[in-house]
């Protein structure tokens, strides 16, 4: 069992929203976006068949993801839940449901690139700062002069320049930050180094990262999570039930606006989290995985790969991917969000094969 897996189950499961069933119409693809209430459990839906899905394929695709240890699977079309599905069991051994729990892993980090987006609108940190000037000087054990040169913008697209060939890449020890390069030459995704995020985040907003993230993300869409720190002594990552994670999706897909509420109001910001960040890795924003490209640079690696992160999705998806399959795909072209949370049997951390094979079975169901 996972370490921060061993801590979920020792806090406990949270309390969350429930599933409902609400009404279904047919849908136009390019229909503009609903918004379920924030509080409640009312969310409305469209079918299948309405988009002129392939039902069959849809069943198919469910099985697929049933059989690869998914817990939860939600795609909306313009704001409506197409289809919501659960499977398997949680991690204390109960059917999963819609009020259960799952860790977002790495998927959590494009949760971080939104409220740093609206720290910096709220005036609390421009990410053009310097990393010193929030941790403090002597956070890495880099000469300061380079120290100096590593900027929160540097954090949010992994271009620091601290040296990965550590032992522990999660550790953020400054005797675990040494210098390889100067910030901007090289690219890799270093875990210690987004983790570090969290801590300027606290320090300039005054208040913890849970607290900050529920006023200023979870209140106005009605998501209920929590950042919890893993088992190690480094970092954390959200918990939530799917449809929170639905929400957070939908509110990426809509710029940053919850319905006629402006949670991320920086359009510059927001074009800059989704397009490409820096010329190492065209396939990565400010903590989103960019689709469409023509190379990417996966994590754990230094070689860039003539390839888009997801070859078989649409070209305008952006994605925010976690260890064991946590997905959360919007695609601005089809008025969509896919979300998927679970297990990966092959133990892949890094499961951009499977990310694909879904989207491989997906294509065949849609028109």
């Known amino acids: 069992m ?3 897996i061993i801590l979920f189950v020792l806090l406990g499961l949270l309390t969350a929203c429930t599933n409902d069933d609400s009404n279904s119409s047919p849908e136009d693809p390019n229909a503009s976006l609903y918004f379920p209430p924030i509080t409640g459990t009312t969310w409305e839906t469209t079918t299948p068949e309405s988009l002129n899905w392939d039902t069959q394929k849809l069943d198919e695709l469910h099985t697929f993801l049933e059989q690869n240890e998914t817990r939860a699977f939600i795609v909306l079309v313009n704001g409506k839940i197409v289809t ?8 204390l051994g109960q059917p999963f449901d ?4 799952w860790y977002w892993a790495s998927a959590s980090k494009s949760l971080t690139g939104m409220v740093v987006g609206i720290a910096q609108e709220d005036g609390l940190l421009d990410i053009n700062d310097k990393t010193s000037d929030y941790l403090g000087n002597g956070w890495t054990s880099l000469p300061q002069a380079k120290e100096d040169l590593i900027t929160i913008e540097n954090q949010l697209t992994f271009t620091t320049g601290i040296d990965y060939n550590v032992t522990n890449l999660d550790c953020t ?20 180094t987004y983790t570090l995020v969290k801590d300027l985040l606290e320090v300039a907003s005054n208040s913890s990262l849970n607290n900050y993230t529920e006023n200023t993300i979870e209140n106005p869409t009605g998501m209920s999570g929590t950042w919890l720190p893993l088992a190690g002594g480094y970092g954390s990552t959200y918990f939530s039930n799917a449809r929170s994670v639905a929400r957070f999706g939908l509110l990426t897909l809509n710029k940053g606006t919850w319905d006629q509420t402006v949670v991320l109001g920086d359009q510059n910001y927001y074009d800059q989290m989704i397009n490409t960040s820096q010329s190492i890795n065209e396939s990565y924003g400010y903590l989103w995985w960019l689709n469409g490209k023509n190379t990417t640079r996966f994590p754990g690696s230094t070689i860039t790969v003539p390839s888009s992160i ?16 946590q997905f959360i795909d919007v695609i601005p072209s089809l ?3 896919l979300i998927r949370m679970g297990d990966e049997p092959s133990g ?6 499977f990310h694909d094979e879904l989207w491989q079975r997906f294509n065949e169901v849609l028109p």
Do not use: I
Request: proline share 8%; hydrophobic share 35%.
């Open 173 to 192: 020890d400054p005797s675990c930050l040494n210098y390889l390069t100067d910030a901007g030459t090289e690219w890799y995704y270093h875990n210690a």
């Open 2 to 4: 996972k370490p921060f």
């Open 335 to 337: 008025n969509m969000v």
């Open 98 to 101: 819609a009020t259960k729990q």
């Open 310 to 325: 997801t070859p078989s999705a649409p070209a305008d998806m952006f994605s925010a991917l976690g260890r064991d399959g």
């Open 348 to 353: 892949s951390l890094v499961p951009v094969t």
């Open 84 to 91: 919501e599905q659960y499977w398997n069991n949680d991690l």
